[in-house]
């Protein structure tokens, strides 16, 4: 048996649903918050707040969880880390790879419906995220303000779906292997960016909020590695 029940923790029953769990999660962290200014303030309760939902905000963690409190199973979850998806990052770029002499117009065929649509919403994600910052920091936990910046943040997810899906429709030409890389490698770096400004909206950790403007931050820096790169092929 597992030490602490998670499902206790957030006040929940164990079978509720993801967002009767993420409800209860965001209603007990804004009670006890260090920085809510209030009387109910408590770190050990966000800790151990912040474990419960871990696992139970995961359906596989969650399942595997089950199967500890209800059944004894000492399967332990797995997940993919960054690790993993920067290999599958690097085996995308290999298979995607293309060898030998391409044509003009593979070439500008490529740059216009492959790298053009792709540098437009990745711009569409990293260019509007200080301006949403600087509305949250007014009051992070309004409901209204954390509301538009999540809604932000469904913008970027569904930018990144469109551009990743766009990268990977057509094969790239080897002479803008370069460009094709720093692009997916650009899109890593947002994905992971994204989680991390997610998290921030669960438990109001300022470290998430650095973190994922960093990874915008290294992500930005790929995208102006492509743009140089596209620049001198085009």
């Known amino acids: 048996m597992p030490d602490a029940n998670h499902?206790?923790?957030l006040g929940v029953d164990s079978q509720a649903t993801q967002a009767e769990i993420k409800q209860a999660y965001r209603h007990l962290v804004k009670r006890f918050h260090p920085d809510s200014n209030s009387e109910t303030a408590n770190h050990d309760k966000i800790v151990s707040l912040n474990a419960a939902y871990e696992v139970l905000s995961s359906p596989q963690r969650r399942r595997f969880y089950d199967q500890r409190l209800f059944y004894g199973n000492s399967h332990n979850s797995s997940s993919v880390g960054r690790q993993q998806r920067t290999a599958d990052a690097q085996n995308f770029y290999k298979s995607q790879r293309q060898t030998g002499r391409e044509a003009d117009?593979?070439?500008?065929?490529?740059l216009r419906e492959v790298y053009l649509p792709v540098n437009r919403l990745v711009g569409r994600i990293i260019n509007p995220l200080d301006k949403e910052l600087d509305h949250l920091s007014a009051d992070p936990f309004?409901?209204?303000l954390m509301e538009a910046f999540e809604n932000y943040l469904q913008q970027c997810r569904d930018c990144l779906d469109q551009a990743q899906r766009t990268l990977a429709s057509q094969p790239n030409p080897a002479n803008v292997?370069?460009?094709a890389a720093n692009l997916y490698y650009c899109l890593n770096q947002i994905g992971d960016g994204i989680e991390e400004l997610e998290r921030f909206t669960f438990n109001y950790n300022e470290h998430y909020l650095h973190a994922g403007k960093e990874l915008f931050r290294i992500a930005t820096g790929l995208r102006y590695e492509a743009q140089d790169a596209a620049q001198t092929v085009a």
Do not use: N
């Not at 117009?105 to 490529?110: I, V, Y």
């Open 7 to 9: 499902y206790e923790t």
């Open 105 to 110: 117009d593979q070439l500008h065929c490529w």
């Open 142 to 144: 309004d409901d209204q």
């Open 177 to 179: 292997a370069g460009t």
